[in-house]
Each structure stands twice: as C-alpha cells, then as structure tokens.
C-alpha cells in the first residue's frame, strides 16, 4: 500500500481509537462516581445524541467549506477541548466537564465523519471505491474495538483525567498522521459553487435528491430495516447472554471480540474480491434477517452466536453496498448534505430499537421484541424488492 494511503487510513485509525475512549470511559465514570445506572445512561444519551442531530448540519458545511480543513479543524480541536476541560476540571471539579467535553467531542466526530466521506471518493484512484471504503472500515472497526480495551488498561495505572489527556496526544497524533498523508498526496478536490438562499436551502435540496431518487429512497428503506435489527441485537445481547443463557461476563466479552475480528475478515475479503453491488446488498441483508431470526429462536448460547456473529459481521457489508450506492447517485456538489440527511434518519431506527426493547420485553418478552424487528425488517426488504421488481417490469414492456 502506498505510503500516503497508509497515513490517511492510520489517522482515520488513532481519530476512531480516541473517540471510544471518550465513549466508553464518560458512563464508566458517571457510574464509579454516583453508583447510579441511570445517571450513567442519562450521561450516555447526553454524548451520543448530538452526534447524531448534527449530521445534517456537518453534511451542509463539507459542501461549503473545504472537507480536508474541517477534517483537520474536527481532530485538533478535540485535542484543545480535552485539555481546556480538565484545566476546568482542575480548577472547579466535578465530572459534568467530562460529560460536556463528550457531547462536544461527539459534534467534532461527526463532522470528521462527513468530511472523511466527502474526500474519500476522490483521493485514492488506485483503488475502486467498493475497496476503498473496505479498507476504511477496517480501520475504523479495529479502532472502535481497540478503544474501549485500551482504556480499561489505562484505568488500571492511571486517574480518568489522565486518560483524557491521553486521548488529547491520540488526536493530535491523527492530525499529524493526516497532514503526512496531504503532504506525500498530491490530490486536489474540486469545489463546487453553493445554491444561493436561506441555511434552509440546503437542507431543501438534500431532500429533495432523496424524493426524487428511487434509489435513495431505497436504500434509505433498506438502512432502516438493517438499523431495525442492529439496534435490537445491541440492545438485548448482553441480557441474552447473561440473562437468559447464563453465561458469564467473559463470553459475552468474547463475544463481542468475536463479532470484530469476522467485521474485520468480511471487510478484508470485499477489499480483495469485487462483487456486484446487487450481490453484496441481497447477500448481507438476507445474513442479517436469518441472523436475527436465529438470535430471536435460539435455544442454547452456541446457536445464539452464530446469529450474532451475522449480524455483526453482514452489517459492514451491506454499509459497503449503501455508501456505494449514495456516491454513484448523488451529485458531488450536493454530495456532503444530501449524506448527512440520509445518516440522520439511516440512523434514527437503532434508538428506536432500543425503545421498543424497554417498553415490549415485558409483554412480549425478549424474543418476541427481537422477531416483531426482524419481521418489520423482513417486510421492508420485501417491499422495496418487489417495487425494483416491478419498476423493472414497467420499464421492459416500456
């Protein structure tokens, strides 16, 4: 691999490694220092649910602005932020500057999320674009597994303020990493003239591309049913495991170890062998319906893994077939906010997920909020199936 493709992929690494830390560490702490559950989970949903409300926004500005800036700006001010909050955290105590500098952090992610999506279609013309985003997943998977290890490691010898800084060097490291990679790379990207109107317009152009696009449409419906599952299986493994097949912290650790190295194996395989998209989108949504159905039907934890481990492992690949499918058909000027749209309601189904699990599992147990999700998984995919069906049809007797 050449050696400005090998820093733009190690900066995307150390950012996501950084990330989870920060993700993992802010409930651990809220939890150590009140010994409360829901104020470990309140402190959760307060660092994730910035990230997801500002993809629209982050979309819009990588159109506006120069995508490699904001990328550089994303990573080096989470550095600053990290240090500005411990000196407040020095100065004033309490962990709420922990929880502050998460939810910002979380903002700053998402925006070197779109940018990195924006430049990535244009900066590596060695490769096709279904490898490309392999290769980048890869790094990204194997930073988000890493992250949380790491910083359990780093708990055992060091205060939680001193992994904070830590995590401040990890994104400086990513900002020197990329600027290695802008200094070997002698890409530049185009830049598109933006719609005159209103910081509405944007957003009214974004949805118009996904009213007036089938495709969008369905891959949108597609994402859905897929986050249907995701976010079910997320919610409920640990109570699967743990709860209802008795099994031990330790395997259900394993498990998820086991999840990310298949991840990494899948991604790996797709950057080595080209697949059709059609191919690579049936093949991992029918993975991850027969996955969810196993999961939801298991009767001992062996069966449940294998269900797990398809779902897991099939919810890259069909990541792989939808952002091919969005940077063939959206047009690039529009690129960054039509995406960032498209990822805020992609993503809107996990939380609801998770939503469905706490407010169904009493009435219908744990099994049964699993197979209400896949079935309204199933019936997306079937009902999108049959309308490329018969648009086909339509247009052969055309």
């Not at 490769?127 to 290769?135: A, C, D, F, Q, V």
């Not at 960032?340 to 169904?360: D, E, K, M, R, W």
């Amino acid at each position: 691999m050449r050696t400005d493709y090998l820093a733009f992929f190690l900066s995307l690494f150390l950012s996501r490694l950084a990330d989870q830390v920060l993700l993992f560490l802010v409930p651990l702490v809220v939890f150590q220092t009140t010994q409360s559950a829901s104020l470990a989970g309140l402190a959760f949903f307060a660092e994730t649910l910035p990230r997801f409300l500002a993809f629209p926004v982050c979309g819009v500005l990588c159109d506006k602005y120069p995508p490699i800036r904001l990328l550089q700006i994303s990573q080096l001010y989470r550095a600053l932020i990290c240090l500005v909050a411990m000196a407040l955290y020095g100065a004033f105590g309490g962990i709420y500057w922990l929880i502050l500098l998460s939810a910002v952090c979380g903002i700053l992610t998402t925006q070197g999320i779109m940018a990195r999506e924006v430049v990535m279609p244009h900066i590596f013309p060695d490769y096709h674009y279904g490898k490309t985003l392999s290769y980048s997943q890869i790094a990204d998977q194997t930073g988000l597994v890493l992250g949380p290890v790491l910083a359990a490691l780093a708990l055992e010898v060091i205060p939680w303020w001193g992994v904070v800084l830590g995590v401040a060097l990890v994104f400086v490291a990513a900002d020197l990493t990329m600027r290695v990679w802008q200094y070997k790379s002698e890409v530049t990207l185009q830049r598109f003239e933006q719609h005159p109107g209103t910081w509405t317009q944007p957003l009214k152009i974004a949805i118009g591309h996904i009213l007036r696009l089938a495709e969008l449409k369905k891959i949108i419906l597609l994402a859905i049913g897929v986050n249907l599952i995701v976010g079910v299986t997320l919610a409920s493994s640990a109570a699967m495991v743990i709860g209802s097949f008795g099994e031990t912290k330790d395997f259900y650790a394993g498990l998820q170890a086991a999840g990310a190295l298949l991840t990494i194996a899948i991604l790996y395989l797709l950057a080595r062998v080209s697949l059709s998209l059609k191919l690579l989108g049936s093949m991992s949504y029918i993975a991850l319906l027969l996955g969810a159905f196993i999961t939801a039907t298991s009767a001992c934890s062996e069966v449940y893994v294998v269900g797990f481990l398809l779902i897991v492992g099939f919810d890259k690949m069909f990541n792989v077939y939808m952002r091919s499918i969005r940077q063939r058909i959206i047009p690039a000027r529009d690129f960054g906010k039509t995406v960032g749209v498209i990822t805020l309601l992609n993503n809107l189904s996990q939380p609801l997920a998770g939503l469905l699990v706490g407010a169904f599992t009493a009435p219908i147990g744990l099994r049964g909020v699993i197979l209400v999700n896949t079935l309204a998984a199933g019936l997306l995919g079937v009902g999108v199936a049959t309308v490329v069906k018969f648009r086909l049809a339509t247009a052969v007797e055309r």
